[in-house]
């Protein structure tokens, strides 16, 4: 007896551990890139774009890689959820078979860890057999493409979820497939379905190796699809390497401004996700 209680308070302890660790992580990167950027984020950096001498710590902003970033997201989201959805319904029991099913999840997982550079150079090679500059489609199309199986398998999972006894009663009142599937199963995985997009949003907004060679780097705001565009994880490398401290320090400033866009999705997200959780069945 007093054996397994030893066990308890130890793994229990491991548990706490861990926890701490977590928020630590968490609060140690808030905390450096706050204190390091914050002295130099002002309104003209979120407002401006780069002006010559920029990168040599004279005036400008940021505001390029800011809304280039927005471009991105908004249309690899969008792309990647009209997708995903689809496919992670497909992946059900009621569509497809398991064996195929079982084998399509493989296929995404192996997508889910390849490497982003990886996606980046077959973007790459493909703009150029196309005949195709870096762009603002480039960056889209190679972001949806990294997107996608992390949004589906993350819906995947969680469409699984819903008790299969709800379909059951719903079948019963004559509903069809299709129908069972966009009033119970929808509704059910509403607040899965966000976190997925979050999850997938998260990987794709923080990625640089991706967009480096496909939506290229530009100190102009771009003004169609077939125009390069700069992006926040971009102006973080290029300027946390320069050896102007005025430039490193609005490196630091840049990730602040990308971990508020990221915290601020992220806390929308779950308010929706608590607003819909309340039509779940428990």
Do not use: C
């Amino acid at each position: 007896m007093k054996r397994r209680k030893l066990e308890e308070n130890i793994f229990k302890g491991m548990m706490f551990i861990a926890l701490f660790l977590v928020f630590a992580v968490l609060a140690g990167i808030i905390l450096v890139v706050t204190v390091k950027g914050l002295s130099s984020l002002n309104l003209s950096m979120i407002i401006d774009t780069p002006k010559g001498g920029y990168y040599l710590g004279k005036e400008g902003g940021i505001a390029n890689a800011i809304v280039g970033s927005l471009y991105l997201m908004a249309g690899a989201t969008f792309l990647a959820f009209v997708i995903s959805l689809p496919v992670a319904l497909a992946l059900q029991k009621e569509y497809l078979g398991k064996r195929f099913a079982d084998f399509t999840r493989l296929i995404l997982d192996i997508l889910w860890g390849t490497p982003s550079i990886v996606y980046g150079a077959f973007g790459f090679v493909v703009m150029v057999f196309l005949g195709l500059r870096a762009s603002l489609l480039g960056g889209i199309i190679v972001l949806t493409l990294l997107m996608i199986p992390i949004m589906t398998r993350a819906m995947d999972e969680t469409i699984r979820l819903v008790p299969f006894e709800l379909k059951e009663m719903a079948y019963a009142l004559g509903t069809t497939r299709m129908e069972t599937t966009f009033a119970v199963v929808l509704k059910q995985a509403l607040p899965g379905i966000f976190t997925a997009i979050i999850l997938a949003f998260g990987r794709g907004i923080g990625d640089a190796a991706s967009i480096l060679f496909t939506a290229g780097y530009t100190d102009e705001i771009p003004s169609s699809l077939l125009d390069p565009v700069a992006s926040l994880p971009l102006a973080v490398f290029f300027q946390v390497g320069t050896p102007v401290p005025e430039v490193q320090a609005r490196a630091f400033a840049a990730a602040l401004i990308l971990l508020f866009i990221v915290m601020v999705i992220n806390v929308i997200a779950r308010l929706l996700g608590w607003r819909f959780s309340k039509n779940i069945v428990r």
